[in-house]
């Protein structure tokens, strides 16, 4: 049973870089990024091509590479196309998104056709290190887990000690009053962007070097980030740690009870949580 | 005896166009009922697919655009009406036939329940809800054994009747199927629960105040996009014969559905017509293209909602006045004149 | 003569805003002002034709119903509101059509009317964001704290949790963080009890003295005449009157608030 929970936690780790970037875009300006999941899988993808370009170069140096244009990418996506997406009706930047879902799924099915590919990662990613007799932690794992706690208390320190923090908090308060105080909105929403996919970039490295990556993955990542957010409650990054983390160990425990249902059980305790407690665990009131 | 003057201010419901185009309806229908005495057996099983395609798109058009719920999982009970089809029809020894409807009445049920979940959220997270819930049908029914598992299994209980009656029987099954969604959704908009829905639509708190029961009416709309989902799901596997939880709860059916609305224009009764239309135009001529078909189609929903914010449909009624369903109440300032 | 005589002042109880010494007042260039300003909420008209100026140094009174346009005179001077290029000038140029971001880095800022700080950032950091825009000047967080020294205690509470006084003051302060040239002022007095009103009124001096010029925007007539120098009464979206405070009667007001003529002090 400890090891369901270990394990759990562990997979909680990378469910939270999932959701980190959507917790962050919806919380700024309330929009919900349907190819999120894609835009992973997109990353993972990224730095396979990386890797391969280059003549193997180390993925970690790859990795690092891709951060700088992912953030460049968010960015030109959020004010060249998303932004007017913005508003009170929600159906345009969820068909955009979705839209944008089809179009990376397609792309990296020409790409890359529909082979399962992986990160080379020279056996870290089956190194393990031992406690006791019972039990062996990855150590790939655990360094997700690490980055998925240094990520999250890094966005949590932005939101409040910075004055990007708090623009990016006055400007999903109340945009008019912040673009009255001389906020630019639709900077300050691309730049939001930026980090998510900084974010979603790291979040698909470490897919792709803990497991295989292809095309049409991203959906089932969507759902897993949604849920962790939601589970957690919104308004709050520790939140969604939380949340992935839960969601990661009743994932782990419905594989214990039977392979078949593992992702069901996943789904199962979401709805009930969504029932039960709807503005999740560990909500932030806001005004 | 005096007449009385005639009214300063009178409501015009219909255009001479859409008189016109009612009539043109009807013979169409009629010419269309008549196809399997003339036409080849292929024409009517693409009338078929078309169908479901055209009634589940217009049923997530009224969900969407008059309801205000932008759902990513109608597909949960457009697989759930193909399943219960299957099962009465294997199980129960109920016509197929008899059972699409039935399968229809069970999804609408279904979405009672899930409609106290769904309704939890809001939005863009309403949306994705919508589709987790799908993914809970799906896995569902991929680990009941009893209806194949993950792999499917075939409808047994047509397997008496010969192609040809089967064929004409499922093609005018799917012409009624159309006609009834088509009446059905005009008819409901046309009425005051129609305008009671656009006033939700537009502003939720002012309905309430007005004394719309909007909490109802969303239920209601709800569970009539679910019956209509699960026709059109029904419809389409006594067509296709087999069934397996990847092709009846797979989000394609939605993402089909919102390119077909949007295109059409999302909100107005001729847009998953037009949009249904234009996506048979697409898939007839470019699906051979696979991946490379529905990159472009991906990229079409996006350059229109961008550019395009009413959808081509939209944008030809708003340039041109065109109307064939009109929903709309004109004010005309003196008969005969209109307002503008 | 007519209420754009100069004004005599008394000796017992000084005018809190005289206008300047000497023939120079008439001839002074405007600040900013307004030529037929009209303005739209979609396809409604709220404003039909506003002329409005403002000399440096003034505090300014705009009064007028619910409804009369004044807080859509203000949105359109601070760009909330689309106004067409020439029709409103500052400091010479027009304004008009500008994103809010250029006008209050320009030197306009306002008080939006209901407070409206961000219920998600604490007192201090409402203040910082009215130095989003900051221009050289005399105002910063402890001059604001010496001023309002309540809120100095309540630094780090969020800026909703405070009373709506404190709030107010607020939300005043946070215009001044970018030292504007002109503080626009939107009911300040909206839902405050009369001794809390008072006592951010009390405030004022400290606001002008160093030559601030200042638009309030008031329900309460009294205070409006009290602090200001000069009066606008808007009535549905035109302005009804206009003159010195000093000399405009009761009855006058009363006529062009509720709109028995058009009156022309």
Redesign the interface.
């Known amino acids: 049973m400890l090891e369901t929970l270990v394990q759990g936690v562990l997979l909680g780790g990378l469910y939270t870089l999932f959701a980190l970037g959507q917790s962050l875009m919806f919380g700024v300006m309330r929009l919900t990024n349907t190819a999120q999941g894609d835009f992973i899988i997109l990353g993972a993808f990224a730095v396979i091509a990386g890797v391969s370009l280059t003549g193997d170069v180390a993925p970690w140096l790859v990795a690092l590479a891709v951060l700088p244009v992912a953030f460049g990418f968010g960015y030109a996506l959020q004010r060249y196309v998303l932004n007017g997406t913005l508003g009170k009706d929600p159906l345009p930047s969820l068909v955009v998104t979705f839209g944008l879902s089809i179009v990376i799924q397609n792309l990296l099915l020409e790409l890359f056709s529909a082979d399962p590919r992986a990160i080379e990662t020279g056996g870290l990613n089956t190194q393990g290190i031992a406690l006791g007799d019972a039990m062996s932690l990855g150590v790939l794992p655990l360094i997700v887990l690490a980055i998925a706690v240094a990520a999250t208390g890094s966005l949590q320190w932005l939101f409040a000690r910075t004055?990007l923090g708090?623009?990016f908090?006055?400007v999903?308060?109340?945009r008019?009053?912040?673009?009255?105080?001389?906020?630019?909105a639709k900077k300050v929403y691309a730049l939001a962007t930026a980090i998510a996919f900084v974010l979603i970039a790291i979040a698909g490295a470490l897919q792709g070097m803990r497991t295989t990556v292809s095309p049409s993955d991203g959906p089932l990542l969507l759902l897993f980030a949604f849920e962790a957010v939601i589970i957690g409650g919104m308004g709050s990054f520790w939140g969604t740690l939380a949340g992935a983390m839960i969601l990661g160990v009743t994932q782990q425990i419905g594989f214990r009870l039977d392979p078949g249902w593992g992702i069901w059980f996943g789904h199962i305790v979401f709805l009930i949580v969504l029932v039960l407690r709807p503005q999740g665990l560990f909500p932030k009131t806001?005004? | 005896m005096t007449n009385m003057p005639p009214p300063l201010i009178a409501v015009e419901r219909a255009t001479a166009a859409s008189r016109a185009a009612l009539f043109a309806g009807i013979a169409l229908v009629l010419v269309a009922a008549s196809l399997p005495w003339w036409g080849e057996s292929s024409w009517m099983r693409e009338f078929v697919e078309i169908a479901c395609y055209f009634i589940f798109a217009m049923m997530w058009n009224l969900l969407a655009g008059y309801g205000g719920m932008v759902s990513i999982g109608q597909q949960a009970f457009f697989g759930f009406g193909g399943y219960v089809m299957l099962m009465l029809g294997n199980f129960a020894g109920v016509n197929p036939f008899v059972a699409i409807p039935l399968g229809a009445l069970a999804a609408g049920l279904v979405a009672i329940p899930v409609s106290f979940v769904a309704f939890r959220l809001s939005g863009g997270y309403f949306a994705i809800g919508t589709w987790v819930i799908a993914e809970v049908f799906r896995l569902s029914f991929a680990n009941v054994s009893a209806v194949g598992g993950g792999s499917g299994t075939t409808l047994t209980a047509l397997r008496g009747i010969d192609k040809a009656t089967r064929e004409s029987t499922t093609y005018w099954m799917a012409l009624a199927c159309v006609v009834a969604a088509v009446a059905l959704v005009y008819l409901f908009l046309r009425s005051k629960r129609g305008l009671a829905l656009l006033a939700i639509r537009d502003n939720e708190v002012a309905a309430e105040s007005q004394g719309i029961p909007v909490a109802r009416m969303k239920l209601a709309v709800y569970v009539v996009a679910a019956f209509g989902a699960g026709l059109a799901g029904a419809l389409y596997f006594v067509g296709n014969l087999r069934i397996s939880p990847d092709a009846a709860f797979s989000v394609n059916w939605t993402a089909f559905a919102i390119f077909m609305v949007v295109i059409g224009g999302i909100g107005r009764i001729e847009g998953p017509l037009v949009g249904a239309l234009i996506f048979w135009a697409l898939n007839k001529f470019l699906s051979d293209y696979g991946t490379w078909y529905l990159l472009g189609l991906g990229l079409m929903a996006i350059l229109v909602t961008l550019f395009f914010k009413q959808g081509l449909w939209g944008y030809a009624q708003q340039r041109w006045g065109w109307s064939l369903f009109p929903t709309q109440r004109k004010l005309l300032h003196a008969p005969g004149k209109p307002a503008r | 003569m007519g209420a754009r005589q100069r004004y005599h002042s008394n000796a017992a109880c000084p005018h809190p805003n005289p206008p300047p010494e000497g023939e120079g007042a008439k001839t002074m260039t405007a600040l900013l002002d307004t030529h037929a300003l009209k303005a739209f909420y979609g396809d409604a008209q709220a404003l039909f034709g506003i002329d409005f100026s403002l000399t440096q140094g003034e505090l300014v009174a705009i009064i007028g119903a619910n409804g009369a346009g004044k807080s859509t005179f203000l949105k359109s001077l601070?760009g909330?509101v689309r106004a067409p290029g020439e029709a409103i000038r500052f400091k010479g140029e027009p304004i008009g059509g500008l994103?809010?971001?250029d006008i209050?880095?320009r030197g306009l800022a306002?008080v939006?009317e209901g407070r409206?700080l961000?219920?998600?950032?604490s007192v201090e950091?409402n203040l910082?964001?009215?130095a989003?825009?900051a221009r050289k000047g005399p105002w910063n967080l402890q001059r604001l704290y010496a001023l309002f020294p309540i809120l100095a205690e309540k630094r780090h509470q969020?800026?909703?949790?405070l009373s709506g006084g404190q709030q107010q003051m607020v939300a005043l302060g946070?215009a001044l963080m970018?030292n504007p040239e002109v503080l626009l002022c939107d009911e300040l007095s909206l839902g405050l009890a009369p001794i809390v009103i008072r006592e951010i009124y009390a405030a004022m001096p400290a606001i002008t003295a160093e030559g601030m010029t200042v638009v309030i925007v008031e329900q309460d007539v009294t205070m409006a005449r009290q602090v200001s120098r000069r009066i606008y009464c808007f009535q549905e979206g035109r302005v009804s009157l206009e003159g010195n405070s000093a000399d405009l009667t009761r009855e006058q007001i009363s006529q062009a608030y509720f709109g028995m003529e058009a009156a022309h002090a």
């Open positions: 004055a708090r623009s908090r006055a999903s308060d109340d008019e009053i912040a673009e009255l105080m001389g906020l630019n806001r005004g | 601070t909330l994103p809010p971001g209050v880095r306002m939006p409206r961000f219920p998600s950032l950091e910082l964001m009215g989003t825009a969020p800026g909703t949790s946070r970018s």
